[in-house]
């Protein structure tokens, strides 16, 4: 069995120390090195060309920022993951560091609980690690287009998405794209901690014609806005009158996550009827199945992204593979569609 190559780069002896130590006990990992800076992080992957970079930010010589722009032009079969604290500053980094093509990122241990961050860092970078694995294409069984989407084009009151591994990226090559006045609110589920959704929003409004926020408790759902959920929060809608109010609570985790894209879309479905139009993007996991089932009972429609542009095909593939996808698009098809499905609704 071919096992994935791990270069882990760090400026402290001992992160790197537990860090190789961590995937060393995993048969399908090999630690092929280690650098203490981003210079040597970058002469070594150009040695050693590893499937994966685990990356500090903060470093001496060269800090990880630069060291990522550099890896991305010179090794970019390698997959970077940052090490990120969980800061203001750590998180505005990483949004950077994503936006640069960070294939996804970890919390550092913390000092405080060393051992606890320790199986927190096992927990959360070895299936990350493993994710680069590629999945196959496969082959969905589709409704003609000319069919069901085409008699509910226009009709739809809101977009659900769901999103994780990838995320950032896809977001902002997304809604970089849609109009300025597009017709309805759309509602988004990224998995991540609490602060990196409010820098994910703030980078994410900086660079669409839509205004795009971090969603807070109680405000009213307009259209032409983008809500991503905080971090640590389900996110779901409830009917006030004839008014819709984004709810946020903390409520059990639902497939190990929170915010959760099944919260956000069952939510959906009660409020919206068969009025929703979601899409599920790039992600490790299962999350957002049983949502999707649930605006597909209701007579709404899911749109999912294809392996080829997925970063990791997770996600999406569970929906296609129960059947739930109306249609498989690559990313740089999803902003035309988008304006293509809401367009009746904005004309009329």
């Given at each position: 069995?071919?096992?994935?190559?791990?270069?882990?780069?760090?400026?402290?002896s001992?992160?790197?120390?537990?860090?190789?130590?961590?995937?060393?006990?995993?048969?399908?990992?090999?630690?092929?090195?280690?650098?203490?800076?981003?210079?040597?992080?970058?002469?070594?992957?150009?040695?050693?060309?590893?499937?994966?970079?685990?990356?500090?930010?903060?470093?001496?010589?060269?800090?990880?920022?630069?060291?990522?722009?550099?890896?991305?032009?010179?090794?970019?079969?390698?997959?970077?993951?940052?090490?990120?604290?969980?800061?203001?500053?750590?998180?505005?980094?990483?949004?950077?560091?994503?936006?640069?093509?960070?294939?996804?990122?970890?919390?550092?241990?913390?000092?405080?609980?060393?051992?606890?961050?320790i199986?927190?860092?096992?927990?959360?970078?070895?299936?990350?690690?493993?994710?680069?694995?590629?999945?196959?294409?496969?082959k969905?069984?589709?409704?003609?287009?000319?069919?069901?989407?085409?008699?509910?084009?226009?009709?739809?009151?809101?977009?659900?998405?769901?999103?994780?591994?990838?995320?950032?990226?896809?977001?902002?090559?997304?809604?970089?794209?849609?109009?300025?006045?597009?017709?309805?609110?759309?509602?988004?589920?990224?998995?991540?901690?609490?602060?990196?959704?409010?820098?994910?929003?703030?980078?994410?409004?900086?660079?669409?014609?839509?205004?795009?926020?971090?969603?807070e408790?109680?405000?009213?759902?307009?259209?032409?806005?983008?809500?991503?959920?905080p971090?640590?929060?389900?996110?779901?809608?409830?009917?006030?009158?004839?008014r819709?109010?984004?709810?946020?609570?903390?409520?059990?985790?639902?497939?190990?996550?929170?915010?959760?894209?099944?919260?956000?879309f069952?939510?959906?479905?009660?409020?919206?009827?068969?009025?929703?139009?979601?899409?599920?993007?790039?992600?490790?996991?299962?999350?957002?199945?049983?949502?999707?089932?649930?605006?597909?009972?209701?007579?709404?429609?899911?749109?999912?992204?294809?392996?080829?542009?997925?970063?990791?095909?997770?996600?999406?593939?569970?929906?296609?593979?129960?059947?739930?996808?109306?249609?498989?698009?690559?990313?740089?098809?999803?902003?035309?569609?988008?304006?293509?499905?809401?367009?009746?609704?904005?004309?009329?």
């Amino acid at each position: 069995m071919k096992k994935i190559k791990v270069l882990v780069v760090d400026d402290s002896s001992v992160i790197r120390k537990v860090i190789s130590e961590i995937l060393a006990k995993d048969p399908e990992i090999e630690v092929v090195g280690m650098a203490k800076d981003g210079k040597e992080a970058i002469e070594k992957a150009e040695e050693l060309l590893p499937d994966v970079v685990t990356l500090d930010i903060e470093m001496p010589v060269m800090d990880g920022l630069s060291a990522l722009k550099i890896l991305r032009q010179k090794v970019p079969r390698s997959k970077v993951i940052m090490f990120s604290s969980l800061t203001q500053e750590g998180a505005k980094a990483t949004i950077e560091a994503l936006s640069l093509g960070a294939y996804d990122f970890v919390p550092k241990p913390s000092t405080r609980s060393f051992l606890e961050s320790i199986k927190k860092i096992e927990l959360d970078l070895l299936p990350k690690i493993k994710s680069i694995v590629p999945l196959k294409e496969i082959k969905p069984i589709l409704k003609p287009r000319d069919s069901f989407l085409e008699v509910k084009k226009g009709s739809f009151k809101v977009c659900g998405v769901g999103v994780s591994t990838g995320g950032p990226q896809t977001l902002m090559e997304i809604f970089s794209k849609l109009p300025k006045g597009f017709p309805v609110p759309i509602l988004v589920v990224q998995h991540m901690p609490p602060i990196f959704t409010r820098y994910l929003a703030e980078r994410l409004n900086s660079i669409s014609p839509l205004e795009v926020k971090e969603a807070e408790q109680g405000e009213l759902v307009k259209d032409g806005v983008v809500y991503i959920a905080p971090g640590d929060y389900h996110m779901e809608v409830k009917k006030e009158g004839t008014r819709v109010r984004i709810f946020l609570h903390q409520g059990p985790l639902r497939n190990h996550c929170r915010p959760a894209v099944d919260e956000l879309f069952e939510s959906l479905a009660e409020i919206y009827n068969g009025y929703v139009l979601a899409l599920i993007l790039t992600g490790m996991g299962y999350d957002g199945k049983e949502g999707a089932k649930k605006i597909k009972e209701k007579g709404g429609v899911i749109l999912a992204q294809d392996a080829q542009s997925s970063v990791v095909f997770g996600m999406p593939r569970v929906i296609i593979e129960a059947g739930l996808a109306d249609e498989v698009l690559n990313i740089s098809e999803i902003p035309q569609r988008l304006i293509e499905i809401f367009k009746e609704k904005r004309d009329g």
